[in-house]
Nanobody, 123 residues
Framework: QGQLVESGGGSVEAGGSLRLSCAASGVSFSRFCLAWFRQAPGKERERVARLRADGVPYYEDFVKDRFTISKDNAENLLYLQMNTLKPEDTAVYYC?????????????????WGQGTQVTVSS
């Protein structure tokens, strides 16, 4: 049974940076597709970025050139470096993992989820 635990959330002013981490147990990052999602109050959960098992990243347009997803396979750690944060980035951020090279297209397709970490960006 895999477990994911996020950390690194907090409150920052617009233009600031945060680095989220996701620590895994029971999940081998070298064989999983990994992703960061977020959910703002009253909105559906949306994908922010994903990282295939072979290391190929993909970013949603609204975070492209501001956020960077990366991982440390040896330590089973997933990161999300968030720069130039905007108030609309305020949300609970979740990491997710799915075994295999292919990444699920839908939120419901991901097997493992963390509990989330709050990110608040003030204007």
């Amino acid at each position: 049974q895999g477990q994911l635990v996020e950390s690194g959330g907090g409150s920052v002013e617009a233009g600031g940076s945060l680095r989220l981490s996701c620590a895994a147990s029971g999940v081998s990052f070298s064989r999983f597709c990994l992703a960061w999602f977020r959910q703002a109050p009253g909105k559906e959960r949306e994908r922010v970025a994903r990282l295939r098992a072979d290391g190929v990243p993909y970013y949603e347009d609204f975070v492209k050139d501001r956020f960077t997803i990366s991982k440390d396979n040896a330590e089973n750690l997933l990161y999300l470096q968030m720069n130039t944060l905007k108030p609309e980035d305020t949300a609970v951020y979740y990491c997710a993992a799915e075994p295999g090279l292919a990444c699920p297209a839908y939120v419901s397709g991901w097997l493992y989820w963390g509990q989330g970490t709050q990110v608040t960006v003030s204007s």
